[in-house]
């Protein structure tokens, strides 16, 4: 079984043993208590949208009000652990070096990932795709290519991580066109699929 592939069902096992684990219901909040605990090896995380949403889970944790709508709206379904409160709410002190490490990870995976804001927004809105991000390893492709195209009333967003000619792991999201040109989006009605090649 190929490297994202295992790393699929790791996740897709991991989330649908949820309700047997005491905190597999908050699998963002736990990835970076985790990998905070763990020493904080931020060279392991493979995208930016995985490093910019682990870094500000410890804002989160402290009821920071984020500009970024896509990080609260994807912090409000991680278990209800979040609730916006502070505009200027900051890291605890444990979390500083972390949150660095995590910083400079992104910056230099920005450098490779040119993601387009339109389909990284959309992107951190899905749950599930954010939490299989988790599992990609920076190692196992070496670039990304992405879409976004609009048909019969459906725009669709890809991103495909891939090495050489092969794709080894997509993203694909659909929402309807007339929710993608609302001012204000149902995001809930954003459907995403995580598929990895054999």
Known sequence: MSQPRLALALVT????????????????????????????????VGTPIAARVLRNVPYAQRGKVFKSAELA???????????????????ADADRACVRALDAQEKALRKRVKLKPAIEAV???????????????????????????????VRSYGVYFMTGKVVAFTIGCELPEVEAK???????????????SN
Do not use: M, N
């Open 13 to 44: 096992a991991a989330l649908a043993a949820a309700p047997a684990l005491a905190h597999a219901d908050s699998p963002i909040r736990d990835a970076y208590t985790a990998l905070r605990d763990g020493g904080c090896d931020a060279s392991t």
């Open 182 to 196: 609302a001012k204000a989006p149902d995001w809930s009605k954003l459907t995403c699929h995580v598929l990895a």
């Open 73 to 91: 709206y994807l912090y409000e379904r991680d278990g209800g652990w979040y609730t916006a409160s502070d505009p200027a709410a900051d890291v």
């Open 123 to 153: 992107v951190t809105r899905d749950h599930e795709s954010v939490v299989a991000l988790f599992q990609l390893d920076p190692g196992s492709y070496k670039k990304v290519t992405q879409e976004q195209k609009t048909k019969a009333g």
